[in-house]
């Protein structure tokens, strides 16, 4: 054979070759699936929200509490006072493991759900409109959140204001 068609001969086999190799795709497996819809529902954006307005709150309570023991302190009961905060902030930082909060809102998401409804629920997703439920139910999770966490701090605050009334003139404190 010449050189020629030996090397067409080649091009031709590695190509039937590779047209079979590139057969039917397999259907993405579970994992895969719930990869896209975390990616589209934005779990770790909503993890790293969640944890930005946990530790916003938590300086909030500190700033109260620094501000009811302004000049109560001896120096090194302020000292301590301090110290007992820097470990509380250093423990409420170490947060939720991203890993561990996606699996759980993947077995949440997807724990009734078949791989065909899976798959149509990923193929939805990956559409305009699909892309648009999924902002809307962003949008209406989180003022639904906004709205019982303001009612909560609003009674919440209240009774905490008269518990700790009631307190100060049970103790006879100021």
Not at 24 to 46: C, F, K, Q, W
Not at 78 to 87: L, P, V, Y
Request: hydrophobic content about 40%; overall charge negative.
């Amino acid at each position: 054979m010449n050189p020629r068609a030996a090397c067409l001969a080649t091009v031709l086999f590695a190509t039937a070759l590779g047209s079979c190799a590139s057969g039917p795709s397999l259907p993405p497996t579970r994992e895969a699936l719930m990869a896209e819809l975390a990616s589209a529902y934005d779990i770790e954006g909503i993890i790293v929200r969640e944890r930005t307005e946990t530790l916003a709150e938590l300086h909030r309570d500190i700033d109260q509490v620094r501000a009811q023991m302004n000049g109560r302190l001896t120096p090194a009961q302020q000292e301590r006072f301090n110290a007992g905060i820097d470990r509380f902030v250093t423990s409420a930082r170490s947060g939720v493991d991203p890993h561990t909060a996606a699996a759980v809102w993947a077995q949440s998401y997807a724990g009734e759900l078949s791989d065909t409804d899976l798959r149509s629920i990923v193929a939805f997703a990956r559409t305009p409109a699909g892309a648009a439920e999924i902002a809307a139910s962003h949008r209406a999770g989180d003022s639904l959140r906004d709205y019982l966490r303001e009612d909560r701090e609003k009674r919440f605050g209240a009774a905490q204001r008269q518990f700790f009334a009631e307190m100060k003139a049970l103790t006879g404190q100021p």
